[in-house]
């Protein structure tokens, strides 16, 4: 697929998200069907004066791994993915999804994904503190496929001009834009800087969660493109009530609907579902991590109008919250460690978000 655009795109991940100097080392990992943007993205770095690494996964080798694997193979961690989060090593990540079958790993074995996932949990740590500690840029993008684009109930062409559209490359300037963006989440999170106790209350959710001395981030297409959120992590130990989310959740190819969980002092005592809901207990059974709130977030992209079953995009929309159970992000604060980070999103249309008793969020909008 030949577009300019992704020439565009690969301007902006390259040269605004990650922010490739010269001699920098660049992994890039991708699914094979991202051809086009990967070898876009490729020739930015090098004119970025950086060195990168092309990684492209072939359709049907995860399904092949998990039918054959056996414990060792499971537990197995490729040198190479080591290699990738080592300071001296890489500087930067970049990772294109492309998926050709988003229900692949759907008959495979939950038990064997979650041993692997727990194997290679130490390398999602290793990315997640070096981000902390700023010296590892990283951005998680998206090539179109038909798999997505049926996925979001769209031609391959309309889900294309859906991408393009909520990263805003159709824009003359979209750095200017996603700068724009950047100001403007700034004002909610300047008056939640010193806030303690966030309350939700709505036909869907009965919650608190203390936030008390965490850090709020500021997602303005930086390690997600396209990107609309403003998130931090709740203390481990504070987060009380219930939640129903409106939309499936969607993880490892799996969707789970009508998820409803209730929180006691921090973890997850109960959950439900409509559809797979053994598959959402095992998940939750996955690490001692895995049950506790990892983040909390409040999509603010309002040109994202569509719930497309792809997390990148509906993890953002205006009018939504978001909770992810697992690991949490450490330049929030978070101590909480998981080989699981599990975003699912509610409807906030009827519902209100209060801050130490102030009410700045009401049906979907901030009053801020």
Known sequence: MHDPRFNKMA??????????????????????????LMLEIYREILKAGGHAFLRADLPGAQEIFFAHAQDAQLDFVSPVDRISVEEGQFDAYIRIGAETNTRRLSSADPAKVQRHQAALRPILEKRLHRSAAGNYNWCVTQFPTEAYAMDADMSLAEYTEFLFSACLVNDPDPVARWREVGANQQRYIDFLRDKRILRLRGSDVDLTLRVAGRTWINSQGKRNF?????????????????????????????????????????????????????????????????????????GTNYGITRFSRNILFDEKIGGTFHLAIGAGYPDTGAVNTSAVHWDMIASARDAEISADGEVFYRNGQFLI
Do not use: C, M
């Open 11 to 36: 301007q902006v991940i390259v040269h605004y998200s990650v922010e490739v100097k010269p001699g920098q080392n660049v992994y890039v990992w991708g699914q094979a069907p991202a051809a086009p």
């Open 226 to 298: 396209p990107d609309g959120e403003i998130f931090t992590s709740p203390h481990e130990d504070s987060v009380n009530g219930w939640v129903r989310f409106a939309y499936p959740a969607i993880y490892q190819g799996r969707e789970v609907s009508g998820v409803q969980l209730w929180f006691q002092d921090g973890r997850v005592v109960k959950a439900t579902a409509e559809k797979n809901q053994d598959f959402l207990l095992s998940v939750l059974d996955t690490d001692p991590g895995a049950r506790i709130v990892g983040e909390f977030a409040i």
